[in-house]
């Protein structure tokens, strides 16, 4: 078993001339020269290859954002302590785990290719933050959303702005006001941004973080496959999900590929411009529709969300709930 050979593998991981960065040198207490390990090599060609856009705008946070956010823009910021001592003990965990020592020694035995384990893990870790950064806008219910969920109306309720109300189940006025409801889409309006955790059931990270790794195992390592993957890679990514608390368990290969299917989820979220007062700011946001989010978390294996028009606009009150999210 894969698992049992991790158990021979802990603390075993490789480091390897390839894994220093060229030209960065550091000196130490006693003023001895040392290499630093090139943690962001992966990182570099996963921003400029994959989640570059054709807009010239990257999906979720950039890579300078997500440096300064794990402390390691500046080295001697206080304040960042706590966050780079968290990330540094990722990193540690990781490199001891015999799962990925395994991992690494089986690719470079059967393939010939030379893992920096460090710089996966970073990897790792900017695309757990890139695929948590983007956020959802829940719309109001249209009205034909409305009338399309009223199936056996019975009664009506008018309510008086004194807080007074008369009730009725005449069917003549209830047919009535049923047909004098337009039915043409309106205008679409936003009732609140939210952490899309609050939306979506955990598959959607599990397929975002699925796709994004395996596009980077695709294109940085050249080995000759038959598919997207090979079955080292596919193994690793099912463990990955596990170890990145993106799933309690280690995700078998017939369910990644059940979540392969799904890739085309990824691409619902798009950039916008906000415009506020004199301020432009570009966010990530993907929008719900009633029907949608109103029914409970959306599983994205298993419905689909309903696209708003090309053209459609929507309207955002002055003062919209969850606002402060996108300072986050």
Request: aromatic share 12%; net charge negative; with cysteine.
């Amino acid at each position: 078993m894969v698992k049992d050979k991790g158990e021979k593998y802990k603390h075993q991981i490789k480091i390897h001339p390839d894994d220093f960065e060229k030209d960065a040198l550091l000196v130490d207490d006693s003023g001895q020269t040392i290499h630093a390990l090139d943690i962001w090599e992966y990182c570099r060609f996963f921003a400029d290859n994959i989640q570059l856009r054709t807009d010239d705008s990257y999906d979720g946070i950039d890579l300078g954002a997500f440096a300064d956010k794990h402390g390691f823009l500046y080295s001697g910021d206080i304040s960042k302590m706590e966050q780079q001592k968290a990330f540094m003990d990722k990193l540690f965990a990781f490199t001891a785990d015999g799962r990925i020592c395994y991992f690494q020694h089986e690719m470079e035995n059967y393939y010939n290719i030379r893992i920096n384990a460090i710089a996966l893990c970073n990897l790792c870790l900017f695309i757990n933050d890139i695929i948590h950064q983007k956020l959802v806008v829940l719309l109001k219910p249209t009205l034909t959303e409305i009338t399309n969920s009223i199936t056996n109306l019975q009664s009506v309720t008018f309510t008086n702005k004194d807080g007074s109300s008369i009730s009725s189940d005449n069917e003549l006025l209830i047919e009535s006001i049923k047909k004098a409801i337009p039915h043409e889409e309106e205008q679409l309006e936003a009732y609140k941004i939210v952490d899309r955790q609050e939306v979506f059931t955990k598959e959607l990270m599990q397929i975002e973080f699925f796709y994004y790794l395996s596009l980077f195992f695709n294109q940085f390592f050249k080995i000759k496959r038959r598919g997207l993957l090979t079955n080292l890679e596919s193994e690793i990514i099912g463990y990955f999900l596990k170890w990145f608390d993106l799933s309690p368990v280690e995700v078998s290969t017939s369910r990644l590929r059940q979540l392969r299917m799904n890739f085309n989820q990824v691409l619902g979220y798009n950039i916008y411009e906000l415009k506020m007062n004199d301020i432009s700011i570009k966010v990530q946001w993907q929008f719900v529709k009633y029907s949608d989010w109103s029914k409970g978390k959306i599983n994205p294996l298993k419905n689909e969300i309903t696209p708003i028009r090309d053209n459609g606009s929507v309207t955002f009150p002055p003062n919209i709930e969850g606002f402060e999210l996108l300072k986050r």
